[in-house]
């Protein structure tokens, strides 16, 4: 080692696996000796558990275990056990509770809603639109059928009024049922963890009297699917909670509960499994990953950054030892995350046989931008591909004009809103029907006419006996009135009068030319 050379302290840093810290956070990966203590566990199940556990036999022994015994029980002529071996069942709650391991990690694919902003984005557009407008409550079609089929006039009249005060009492109803949160911000909860995990899951609590009384939402990274099909299991801290299926009566084969609370179960299809759902972004999770590493690159880069604006040169003169020692140590520690310090150097005079060159040479003097611009926003439409859900309804500026963007808007009702809408609405009047089966819950739908447009339709419906006045009036949420269930029959008078001022209206386009104002001469209608 010569006087020339200079050694720097360096050092890698080792991030933390995350992936096994969220394995880590499973609380169902834990092994009996912790899970025996869990509050609510019914004696007889621990003592089986605990039986269970004992047969267990740790990784680290398998291999003496496999050299030293008969890993089957065998008999006469090749014939032998065929039981699996409970040293690879009943290590952890996965076993000894007989819940499936779900697919993928939930905490990861939780977190992910939490760090990628287009996935973020993405599953609130979804929810806001489908279970987030809020719900109505609408006469169930057998229930029309009987009111239309009826000739009893008086009756049909009766009968509306009984429907509009059911629906008052069905909305206040089902708004009673949570002290903490609306039955739209439960759904909110519920389609949101769906959407993030594939997983959402519905709490159904009943009274002693065995109706429903409580309705409510459970955190989906928390709970697992039994292998029987006959229940879930939820572990947070210390405690254990079995839960039945919706409407199911058999009995609690872990805790102690009784009268254990109900599920509904929520999940997307996935062919891979039948009991777990998949969310969508995970067709697109190498985009997911990608971007989060690129936006992580350019932390780095500005976090890290060690380049100065300007290297220094200097010819003719050599620098005291001091001189040397504070400008390594400026470049190693002092740079690192502050690139726009400033470094003083002192120089001696110029001499009659030498002569000192000084130069700044610069090395970074150009605007600096983010890497994988391109990159990153391919990751983000494939993550809005894999949603089905259009730039335009997270707020995008590049989604194109306004024409195209409603034509996105109007797929995105179609292809995706409107069907997930239906399936959450036949699910959830299993609770509606056990109240009543006159009415049934359903979600509003996404809006994409105005309200000009849309008085115009109604009146074409009822004008033409397509529909009838309180059908419309359902429509627009207003109580049902008396004769609203006969056709529509315009005045003679009416008809003569307005008949072209209702086709001139019924042509005009959609736009600020449908407000009415002053016709041009000539075009008004008549009046004495």
């Known amino acids: ?77 090749g014939a032998q056990s065929k039981e699996i071996n409970p040293g690879s069942v009943y290590r952890n709650a996965y076993g000894l509770f007989d819940v499936i391991t779900p697919p993928w990690n939930l905490y990861e694919l939780a977190n992910y809603y939490d760090t990628s902003f287009a996935n973020h984005a993405a599953i609130d557009a979804k929810v806001e639109n489908i279970v987030g407008l809020g719900y109505d ?39 009673s049922l949570n002290d903490n949160d ?34 409510g939402h459970i955190p989906a990274t928390t709970m697992r699917a039994r292998r029987l099909r006959d229940g879930y299991v939820q572990i947070i801290g210390q405690k254990v909670v079995y839960f039945r299926n919706f409407a199911a009566k058999n009995p609690n084969p872990i805790t102690t509960d009784s009268r254990p609370n109900e599920i509904i179960h929520f999940k997307q299809y996935s062919p891979l499994n039948t009991f777990y759902g998949v969310p969508d972004v995970l067709s697109a999770i190498n985009s997911l990953h990608g971007d989060q590493l690129a936006s992580q690159y350019n932390i780095d880069y500005f976090s890290n950054k060690a380049v100065p604006r300007y290297v220094v040169t200097l010819k003719g003169a050599k620098l005291s030892g001091d001189a040397e020692d504070k400008m390594f140590r400026f470049l190693q520690t002092n740079l690192k995350g502050q690139s726009h310090r400033t470094l003083y150097i002192p120089l001696p005079g110029d001499t009659d046989t030498n002569k000192v060159e000084f130069n700044m040479q610069p090395i970074e003097n150009g605007v600096q931008e983010g890497s994988f611009e391109r990159y990153r926003k391919q990751n983000r439409d494939d993550i809005l591909i894999a949603h089905q859900v259009p730039l335009s309804k997270i707020g995008g500026g590049d989604s194109g004009g306004i024409a195209a963007a409603l034509a996105q808007d109007r797929t995105f009702k179609e292809q995706v809103a409107r069907p997930a809408q239906r399936e959450l609405e036949k699910t959830l009047n299993r609770i509606i029907r056990e109240k009543t089966d006159v009415l049934v819950l359903k979600f509003n739908e996404l809006t994409l006419t105005d309200e000009n447009v849309q008085s115009q339709i109604l009146e074409r419906y009822v004008k033409n006996q397509v529909m009838m006045p309180n059908e419309a009036r359902n429509i627009l949420g207003l109580p049902q009135r008396e004769g609203g269930d006969e056709p529509f029959q315009p005045k003679p008078q009416d008809t003569a009068t307005r008949a072209r001022d209702a086709e001139r209206l019924n042509n005009q386009s959609d736009g600020t030319a449908t407000v009415a104002g002053r016709n041009p001469k000539g075009e008004g209608r008549a009046t004495k």
């Open 137 to 175: 409550f609408e006469i169930s079609s057998s229930t029309m059928l009987r009111l239309e089929s009826n000739q009893d006039k008086e009756q049909v009249g009766r009968a509306r009024n009984r429907i509009e005060r059911a629906k008052i009492e069905l909305h206040d109803w089902i708004e």
């Open 1 to 77: 080692m010569s006087d020339q050379d200079f050694f720097i302290n360096a050092s890698i840093d080792n991030p933390t696996d995350v992936l096994k810290q969220f394995k880590e956070d499973d609380p169902f990966n834990k092994s009996w000796t912790e899970l025996k203590n869990l509050v609510g566990l019914d004696n007889n199940f621990k003592r089986r558990a605990g039986r269970l556990a004992e047969k267990a036999i740790a990784p680290e022994n398998m291999t003496g275990y496999l050299n030293n015994a008969k890993a089957q029980p065998t008999g006469i002529d």
């Open 182 to 215: 609306s039955f739209t911000t439960t759904m909110v909860k519920v389609y949101t963890d769906m959407q993030s995990t594939g997983n959402g899951y519905l709490e159904i609590g009943r009274t002693i009297r065995g109706e429903i009384g409580y309705v």
